[in-house]
């Protein structure tokens, strides 16, 4: 058994886990029909029947209840401003199958050549009063109650009084914004904290107006949105959700790696001394001194980052997103690969973390701009 | 339904007046607007200004440590331990300020003289007069905290802001004072 | 099976709704027949943010998930617990701790605190989820991008106001939790003292982005999360945002209304 | 227009709207302007003009100094020398090969610390993860263990090549730190040298827009900007904030918050002493304000001194308090001062600043630095305001009036009616003060009935006053006797004898001096047999009294009365009596009874008393109503509540509480205060009111300088507790009821206490020209010797036990004292705390037992008695030994060294002998023993030359002495023994 929570501590870690995860996605969520005809071949639709449903919850609830027999699981996963977010882990994934559920029914009754379950619903009309009102009113009661049980069962945390003299280790953000301080291990606090976030908002408002497929509105549909869906799948699941609940559970003192099934020893030391890769280039590969001149010294990584964003598009659009290009034009186009290549770079910047140990592509500490 | 009277009016408005200069008009409207845009900006303005107190009811945050002379070169000083968090020490071509926390747990360590180190007594982690580590627990060097010269001649020691020796720190300017 | 009983309060409420008074009041009669069933949709002015009538599969629990009435009845809920909350909570460094400290031994039904966390934490994910089903309903397409928008804000919005409740207990949690999110704002490009750039807003020798000029001090109205912080981020959490989101809320409800209602297949 | 459905021109709307959109601009930019201009802003500004001026002066100074300096001209050749030679030896091409060996060395080693980083941190980890898999059995031992190990290797190894390295590193660069080190000495001294000039002139680039560069100057201008200023900018609130300094407000203590030196920018900084208002240097930086001083305004900001609103920042929201008319003027125009009514506290004005220090430091008897304040609490103390109105600090004071309880016995029921009716003209400047015929009671009616008052009290007093039988007089005094000995045995301590006093000159010490009242016209007053008994005894005639017993022989004190009764006051004797008007009396009793009875009962119980009834029976209401029985002890008014208002926190009373009648003065606290002090009746002032309605408060004719003084200390009497106030530790507290005990028993009239005191040392001086025979020279030589003498260091000095037999009974130390301890009537509380107060003073232990050994052998007894002989040190030549008297000349005569084994303590003695006058710096004692030059100083035959033995055998002996040869002095008898220096002389 030991041996067994010891294999998941270590398949847990950062640089396995989410490797894998990313990989998973795509054949879970296949954005391309090249893709998705493996995903018909390994079956993997079949998640997305009353069957998959029931074999996904079992499976989460028996690994949940595991989990629990374990003290180091319990003492996380229990703590009160926690709840909430083993809460929203069975959410996300129940709605998100109801959402593919549907999606895959109608996109099979599309492949018949019928409409959507909606559409045939929606030639009916309903009075509100009373279905709507009544079924509201329901879910309302439904929500006090569960909100007074919660409340009555589970005391809201209250530590002890605020010192600014001791900060506790961990410190961590409110967990909504666990998926930023995440970041922050990857990237200086303006990145994280404030690039970021200001692109997820102004990226999420742009979405109408990169997405320009006519198709797929008021109802639920895979097969007609994969890119869109995909895509959007990949950023809320696995860079936000996911990167929350790496935060919270597995994140502990100093802001280190903790398997689920670990103790949260605050002596646990990692290596954590990363190279720049100016470093790198002229300390390893050169043996040199390193330039004086800050231009000088860090020009590849900026050539990289100016790549990047400029190359990397162009390619993109002759190659892989030849087809989203043509539909899109070139402004739209502009937009949504940039967006695209932002968030891209996260799971990069961790990437070349993991393999190289780079720490920054860009370093000028002297005007707090690191990259 | 209001959507024609809507592009009626605009038509109109401009063409419909014949004794109507648009010349006039454009100046009093360009004039309007830009005080407009400048009236709520003025607002915002108020806003922005409102958000920065005058004074700060803030506990101090710094010191003053006397003058450098009173410093001798190659001495730890204990002066400001207790009652700032702070030992001073000269080098000799340099004064800088550490923090009295061990990066280990937090437990504040002892400057042994005849040693010539810091000894936590918490974990037994040890760092020379400079704040490196060397022995023990301590993941990283001590930290050291903003110093300069006050107009007097004075030293003062800034704890807002520190300086850590494994982000390469300790070259900036204000983590020490050459002397 | 009295067959009197049931006819005895079926008349009485016959009755009442017949007198002057319900007719004062509700306008409509009781919903019995299909035009009272319209108009009390009509006629009521909460009820009203409701069309009359809808196509089937908008009544369907499975389309809506209802993620989005929730979250409107979850911020009800806030509000309601917040305003009581303030009866008894202190904003200031001496008494808050001591306050919320109260509220759990002391305070009569001061279990209204974990309500307000809870339901807080609750509405955070009941507006993702509601987000989540926009974009897998594809509802954001013409002609309804401006609300998707307008959605986008809210969720800041309500990720703001959580934020800036956080701070209030004043407890270890709270201070710390605060100082991390706040530091990015001190990390801000320009305008943050520990962001890039923030050195060339200088003239000479005279910096002018501080760590007692910056956009983090403007946040917190102070250096480090203290009593400006405490008083600001209450001030926010209780007036500032609530106000703002029901601005944006009232947009929100009225373009949904105003695009042709929940969306549908065309 | 209907088919546009439109009103106005679109072209009107625009132009209305730019117009009034504008106006609302403007408005806006007012509103900022308005925000901006702070009339601080200007004190700083004219500030930072002198600051520079300042500092350019210093600088300037400071240079011209440095190019006198031959040294620093030495060092700036040297220095262009050195650097002549340095340009040789440094040249490029000599140091082209180390320079190229530092660069590849330096490379090298910053590769090698770059991998040692990564190494080390991968070290640390699987040093971590290795021991974690043993003690956890959760992974493979031994790969963990293999690869710990093989990174310890690495590390190592890493560590050592960058040890080498920079070893490398030193050696090769040490032709650097050579080549350049002369150069750098020089420099380094030359910095030492110039470093305030450098200092300076830093100074200057900060502040000097002529010293800073253009682009500085720039931001110089613009951090100031509207809007901008919230950055960084030069003009600043400053405010201090004092959490352990307490501001009272209203049932809330809050923390200080004291903005005042957002203006008074030079205040704690000696170099603005000249500069104006309000930028100038506080006026007394050794005990205010200073970084260094006792009150540091780092410590105690200002207001909780000053009072004021501290958080003002303008002129008038600091509630700034005018001095005088002139100064209110001169405000108003200055700075629109206006005063600031919602502030109850508004700062003191300049004559009254020191009613701040009370509030911490009203445990103390003398407040060191308030002169005015002192002289205040003084005054209430001698006036005895406290009797009349309670102060808590006085609660435990003796009634400051004699006991009327024998007044039959003392003096005639004439001299009290021409007494009471005017005090002042028999003493003119008694402490007894004016009740009639002041301002509101000097109509023709009133004065009558005052008349008729005053008949009614002495009626009442002589009722009831009880028997008392005088010692007779033994023998007839001579009163030329009595004069001499007046001057002699230290009745000036506390009396004085003077006619035509003048009032304005009493300051505190002449407050010593009126300890008790002036010794003329006793003749007229009492009888000498009464002054016979009461200078015998005078606690037997009343036993509250201060008075000391002088232990006079029956014929000294028969000298004394007859000589006091000698002084007369014939115009005061010669007053008419005025008849008594039944009518008159009638009307006093009742208005008395009215109080209580109807007006038909009233006036039926007024005419039936006889006249002997109405006049006990009106002295007793009157007694009440005046208060009379507050100062002085009389029959009847056991349990009466004193009279006046309660003072305890009259200086927290809000100014709407005070009445100020129809009198045009200044409507604030001090004013009234200070009205009320100079004539306390002013307030009837046009008012009609009934004869028994009218303000009561007595008339001290106090002097303007006076009055000053005592308002000062009655504003001082506050609720406020600041909480930073001197510590309530045991040992101060002893020290203020010591203090205590030493003003009420006025020892400070003969000793100098805590450096204050020692008023009678001028009629000493008298005394030795006018009976002495001395010249007024040789007086001032010798009165040091025949004063009382001083009380310092005496907790060190004396053993506790000697002293307590002492106060107890006082026995002679120095035995040519014609001046007299005499014997106080002092209860053991009040000698417990004289003794724990001297030992406090010098933070000796109490109680203390010291126990030093002062055994001597033989051999060191005569190496002793050599040293104390003539041969050596001479000690008799001083000092009295038993009753043999010192040899030497009377102004260098010291004390008893018979008493010295009982009296002193052995340590003090080692001290005292070891250098004299590093205890007391004007003594007369000769050092025997030169510290500068210790070793050598003894004599060398004596004990081998060992100094500190010589003084510890001397010591020894000394305080062996009283067993040696028995003094006379026995303590049983010390009064009959002393001896005049006259008597011994002749």
């Known amino acids: 058994m030991d041996q067994f929570k010891h294999l998941i501590n270590i398949l847990a870690r950062p640089y396995i886990m989410f490797p894998a995860m990313i990989a998973a996605f795509f054949f879970v969520f296949p954005p391309t029909e090249g893709l998705m005809k493996i995903n018909r071949r390994l079956g993997l639709y079949k998640l997305w029947t009353n069957k998959g449903g029931v074999a996904i919850f079992s499976f989460m609830i028996a690994s949940f209840a595991f989990g629990l027999t374990d003290e180091n699981f319990r003492l996380i996963v229990t703590k009160p401003d926690n709840v909430p977010i083993v809460g929203l882990i069975f959410l996300v994934v129940f709605f998100l199958w109801l959402a593919m559920k549907q999606g895959w029914d109608n996109?099979?009754?599309?492949?018949?050549?019928?409409?959507?379950?909606?559409?045939?619903?929606?030639?009916?009309?309903?009075?509100?009063?009373?279905?709507?009102?009544?079924?509201?009113?329901?879910?309302?009661?439904?929500?006090?109650?569960?909100?007074?049980?919660?409340?009555?069962?589970?005391?809201?945390?209250?530590?002890?009084?605020?010192?600014?003299?001791?900060?506790?280790?961990?410190?961590?953000?409110?967990?909504?914004?666990?998926?930023?301080?995440e970041m922050l291990v990857y990237f200086d606090p303006w990145i994280a904290g404030v690039l970021f976030p200001t692109v997820i908002m102004l990226g999420f408002m742009a979405i109408p107006f990169i997405d320009n497929n006519r198709k797929g509105l008021g109802y639920y549909t895979f097969n007609e949105r994969k890119m869109a869906i995909s895509i959007f799948l990949f950023l809320w699941l696995i860079l936000w959700i996911f990167l929350i609940v790496t935060g919270t559970f597995l994140r502990g003192p100093n802001w280190n790696f903790f398997g689920p099934f670990e103790y949260w020893d605050i002596h646990k030391l990692e290596a954590l001394t990363n190279i720049n890769l100016s470093e790198m280039i002229y300390m390893i590969f050169l043996q040199k001194q390193m330039p004086s001149n800050i231009l000088l010294r860090e020009i590849w990584g900026i050539l990289l980052v100016v790549g990047y964003f400029?190359?990397?598009p162009l390619i993109l659009a002759k190659t892989l997103f030849k087809d989203i290009f043509k539909s899109l034009g070139p402004l739209r186009y502009s937009v949504f690969i940039i967006l695209l290549l932002l968030a891209t770079s996260l799971p990069i910047k961790m990437f070349l973390r993991w393999i190289f140990n780079i720490k920054y592509i860009i370093a000028i500490p002297e005007f707090f701009l690191n990259i | 339904m209001s959507q024609p009277t809507q592009t009626d009016s605009k038509n109109t408005s401009a063409e419909n007046s014949p004794m109507m200069n648009r010349r006039t008009f454009l100046k009093w409207s360009t004039i309007g607007w830009a005080a407009f845009a400048a009236v709520v900006g003025g607002y915002g303005t108020m806003v922005l200004r409102y958000l920065f107190p005058n004074v700060l009811f803030e506990p101090k945050q710094e010191f003053r440590a006397g003058l450098p002379t009173e410093y001798q070169i190659g001495e730890v000083s204990e002066r400001w331990k207790d009652a700032f968090g702070t030992w001073i020490i000269r080098d000799q071509e340099k004064i800088y300020a550490l923090a009295t926390i061990c990066t280990h747990l937090g437990c504040t360590p002892n400057w042994m003289p005849n040693e010539a180190k810091f000894k936590c007594p918490c974990h037994g982690s040890g760092f020379y007069s400079t704040g490196i580590n060397f022995e023990g627990p301590a993941p990283r060097p001590l930290e050291r905290y903003r110093i300069f010269l006050a107009d007097d001649g004075e030293i003062v020691v800034d704890k807002t802001k520190k300086f850590q020796q494994e982000k390469g720190e300790w070259s900036d300017p204000e983590s020490f004072i050459s002397v | 099976m009295s067959s009197g009983e049931p006819n005895v309060i079926a008349k009485l409420i016959d009755w009442l709704s017949k007198t002057q008074v319900a007719k004062a009041i509700f306008r409509t009669g009781i919903p019995r027949n299909r035009r009272q069933r319209m108009t009390v949709m009509l006629n009521n002015v909460f009820l009203h943010l409701h069309p009359v009538r809808l196509p089937k599969h908008a009544v369907k629990i499975k389309y809506t998930w209802c993620m989005g009435g929730l979250s409107f009845f979850i911020f009800l809920v806030l509000t309601v617990t917040g305003i009581l909350l303030m009866f008894y909570y202190r904003p200031t460094v001496e008494y808050a701790y001591g306050d919320v400290m109260d509220l759990k031994e002391q305070v009569p039904l001061g279990i209204m605190r974990e309500i307000h966390r809870w339901g807080a934490h609750l509405m955070v994910i009941t507006v993702w989820l509601h987000m989540f089903r926009v974009f897998m309903t594809g509802s954001y397409k013409p002609p309804r991008e401006f609300n998707w928008i307008i959605g986008v804000i809210l969720l800041v919005l309500t990720m703001l106001m959580s934020f800036t409740g956080y701070l209030l207990p004043w407890d270890q949690l709270a201070i710390w939790a605060i100082t991390v999110g706040s530091n990015m704002a001190g990390a801000t490009p320009f305008v943050g003292a520990a962001g890039p750039g923030s050195n060339l807003l200088a003239l000479g020798d005279v910096n002018f982005i501080t760590s007692a000029s910056d956009a983090r001090f403007a946040m917190l109205g102070g250096r480090f999360v203290g009593e400006g912080a405490l008083l600001r981020f209450y001030v926010l959490h209780c007036i500032g945002l609530p106000f703002v989101i029901m601005i944006f809320m009232i947009v929100h409800f009225w373009r949904v209304r105003k695009d042709g209602g929940i969306s549908g297949p065309v | 227009m209907g088919l546009d459905e439109r009103h106005y021109n679109i072209n009107t709307l625009n132009k209305l709207f730019a117009i009034v959109t504008l106006v609302l601009l403007s408005a806006i930019g007012l509103l900022f302007l308005n925000d901006y201009a702070r009339s601080w802003k200007d004190y700083q500004s004219n500030f930072q003009d002198l600051e520079i001026e300042n500092t350019r002066v210093k600088y300037d100074g400071e240079i011209n100094q440095l190019n006198a300096d031959p040294q620093y001209q030495q060092l700036q050749n040297d220095l262009k020398a050195a650097k002549d030679v340095n340009e040789q030896a440094c040249s490029e091409q000599n140091l082209k090969q180390a320079q190229a060996t530092e660069k590849d060395l330096t490379t090298r080693s910053e590769i090698k610390k770059q991998q040692y980083r990564v190494i080390k941190a991968q070290f640390d980890a699987a040093k971590f993860h290795y021991e974690e898999v043993v003690a956890h059995h959760d992974g493979d031992v031994n790969v963990a263990k293999i690869r710990y190990q093989s990174l310890e290797q690495k590390t190592k190894q890493l560590n050592q090549s960058i040890e080498q390295l920079s070893a490398k590193l030193d050696s090769n660069n040490k032709i650097f730190i050579e080549c350049e080190k002369s150069v750098k000495e020089i420099e380094r001294q030359e910095r030492t040298l110039a470093q305030k000039a450098n200092i300076l002139s830093r100074k200057l680039k900060k502040i000097d827009p002529n010293e800073m560069t253009l682009i500085n100057r720039i931001a110089n201008i613009v951090r100031n900007l509207p809007i901008i200023d919230l950055a960084n900018p030069t003009y600043k609130i400053r405010q201090i904030v004092l959490k352990d300094v307490r501001e009272d407000n209203n049932f809330l203590s809050l923390p200080t918050v004291d903005r005042c030196t957002t203006c008074h920018l030079g205040i704690d900084n000696p170099d603005y002493k000249d500069a104006p208002q309000p930028l100038r240097t506080h006026p007394n930086l050794e005990l205010f304000a200073a970084k260094d001083s006792a009150h540091s305004i780092e410590e105690f900001g200002c207001t909780v001194c000053h009072n004021g609103r501290g958080r003002g920042t303008d002129f008038t929201s600091a509630a700034h308090t005018p001095s005088s008319d002139e100064q209110a003027k001169d405000w108003k125009e200055k700075y629109g001062w206006q005063e600031m009514h919602h502030w109850d506290k508004p700062m003191f004005?300049?004559?009254?600043?020191?009613?701040?220090?009370?509030?911490?430091?009203?445990?103390?008897?003398?407040?060191?630095?308030?002169?005015?304040?002192?002289?205040?609490?003084?005054?209430?103390?001698?006036?005895?305001?406290?009797?009349?109105?309670?102060?808590?600090?006085?609660?435990?004071?003796?009634?400051?009036?004699?006991?009327?309880?024998?007044?039959?016995?003392?003096?005639?029921?004439?001299?009290?009616?021409?007494?009471?009716?005017?005090?002042?003209?028999?003493?003119?400047?008694?402490?007894?003060?004016?009740?009639?015929?002041?301002?509101?009671?000097?109509?023709?009616?009133?004065?009558?009935?005052?008349?008729?008052?005053?008949?009614?009290?002495?009626?009442?007093?002589?009722?009831?006053?009880?028997?008392?039988?005088?010692?007779?007089?033994?023998?007839?005094?001579?009163?030329?006797?009595?004069?001499?000995?007046?001057?002699?045995?230290?009745?000036?301590?506390?009396?004085?004898?003077?006619?035509?006093?003048?009032?304005?000159?009493?300051?505190?010490?002449?407050?010593?001096?009126?300890?008790?009242?002036?010794?003329?016209?006793?003749?007229?007053?009492?009888?000498?047999?009464?002054?016979?008994?009461?200078?015998?005894?005078?606690?037997?005639?009343?036993?509250?009294?201060?008075?000391?017993?002088?232990?006079?022989?029956?014929?000294?004190?028969?000298?004394?009365?007859?000589?006091?009764?000698?002084?007369?006051?014939?115009?005061?004797?010669?007053?008419?009596?005025?008849?008594?008007?039944?009518?008159?009396?009638t009307t006093i009793v009742f208005d008395f009874l009215k109080k209580s009875f109807s007006q038909d009962q009233a006036k039926a119980k007024a005419t039936e008393m006889s006249r002997q009834e109405k006049l006990t029976f009106a002295g007793k209401k009157l007694i009440a109503r005046y208060g009379c029985f507050s100062c002085h002890d009389i029959k009847g008014f056991d349990g009466y509540k004193p009279i006046g208002t309660d003072l305890t926190e009259e200086g927290s009373k809000t100014v709407d509480k005070f009445d100020f009648g129809f009198v045009k003065?200044?409507?604030?606290?001090?004013?009234?205060?200070?009205?009320?002090?100079?004539?306390?009746?002013?307030?009837?002032?046009?008012?009609?009111k009934d004869a028994d309605e009218k303000l009561m408060m007595p008339n001290y004719n106090f002097s303007a300088q006076e009055a000053q003084a005592i308002t000062t200390a009655i504003l001082s009497f506050v609720k406020d507790n600041p909480g930073k106030i001197k510590p309530r530790t045991a040992e101060n507290l002893t020290i203020e009821k010591g203090q205590q005990i030493v003003r009420q028993f006025n020892c400070q009239g003969c000793h100098i206490i805590e450096d204050e005191g020692g008023v009678i040392t001028d009629s000493v001086n008298d005394w030795l020209v006018t009976y002495q025979g001395k010249t007024k020279t040789e007086a001032l030589a010798m009165v040091k010797t025949f004063s009382p003498p001083k009380l310092m260091g005496i907790g060190k000095k004396v053993q506790t036990q000697w002293l307590f037999d002492f106060l107890h009974q006082p026995q002679t130390v120095r035995p040519w004292l014609s001046v007299r301890m005499p014997t106080y009537d002092f209860n053991a509380a009040h000698l417990n705390i004289l003794l724990k107060y001297f030992n406090a003073l010098d933070k000796e232990e109490f109680p203390f037992t010291e126990h030093v050994d002062t055994s001597l052998t033989p051999d060191e007894l005569i190496s002793a008695e050599k040293m104390f002989s003539k041969d050596y040190f001479d000690c008799t030549k001083c000092h009295v030994v038993g009753e043999q008297l010192p040899a030497g000349s009377q102004e260098t005569w010291a004390p008893n060294l018979g008493l010295a084994g009982k009296r002193l303590k052995p340590e003090w003695v080692n001290t005292w002998l070891r250098n004299p006058s590093a205890v007391d710096a004007t003594t007369k004692m000769p050092t025997f023993f030169d510290p500068q030059n210790f070793e050598e100083s003894g004599p060398p035959d004596i004990l081998n030359g060992d100094e500190n033995e010589q003084i510890r055998v001397l010591r020894n002996f000394i305080m062996s002495l009283s067993t040696v040869t028995d003094p006379p002095q026995s303590k049983q008898q010390p009064v009959k023994q002393t001896m005049t220096p006259t008597e011994q002389s002749e």
């Open chain 1, 310 to 312: 400029t190359l990397t």
């Open chain 1, 107 to 181: 996109d099979a009754r599309q492949a018949k050549g019928l409409k959507p379950n909606e559409a045939e619903d929606a030639k009916e009309n309903i009075l509100v009063w009373p279905d709507l009102v009544y079924i509201e009113l329901i879910a309302l009661v439904i929500v006090s109650a569960l909100l007074i049980f919660w409340a009555v069962s589970l005391h809201a945390p209250l530590e002890q009084p605020a010192n600014p003299t001791v900060s506790p280790n961990p410190s961590k953000a409110p967990w909504y914004f666990l998926g930023l301080q």
């Open chain 4, 349 to 585: 004005p300049k004559q009254y600043v020191e009613a701040g220090c009370f509030k911490c430091h009203s445990g103390q008897t003398t407040i060191k630095g308030a002169e005015k304040l002192n002289l205040g609490l003084n005054l209430i103390e001698r006036a005895g305001c406290y009797a009349c109105h309670n102060i808590d600090k006085y609660k435990d004071w003796p009634k400051p009036g004699p006991s009327l309880q024998h007044i039959a016995a003392k003096t005639t029921k004439e001299w009290v009616l021409r007494w009471l009716a005017d005090p002042k003209s028999f003493r003119h400047a008694t402490w007894m003060p004016s009740y009639f015929d002041q301002s509101n009671t000097n109509d023709p009616e009133s004065k009558i009935r005052s008349q008729h008052e005053i008949r009614a009290i002495v009626e009442y007093l002589f009722t009831q006053s009880e028997n008392y039988k005088l010692n007779e007089l033994p023998h007839r005094g001579d009163a030329q006797k009595g004069e001499e000995l007046v001057a002699a045995v230290g009745c000036f301590g506390c009396h004085v004898k003077q006619e035509g006093l003048s009032k304005s000159v009493r300051d505190r010490n002449r407050l010593k001096q009126e300890q008790g009242p002036n010794l003329i016209g006793f003749g007229n007053k009492t009888s000498p047999q009464w002054i016979y008994d009461w200078l015998k005894d005078p606690q037997r005639y009343h036993p509250q009294t201060r008075m000391p017993n002088l232990r006079l022989s029956d014929q000294e004190a028969a000298d004394i009365a007859a000589y006091l009764s000698k002084s007369k006051n014939d115009v005061f004797n010669e007053k008419p009596i005025p008849q008594v008007n039944d009518e008159v009396l």
């Open chain 4, 665 to 688: 003065i200044d409507h604030s606290k001090q004013a009234w205060i200070y009205q009320k002090i100079e004539n306390p009746r002013i307030f009837d002032t046009d008012k009609i």
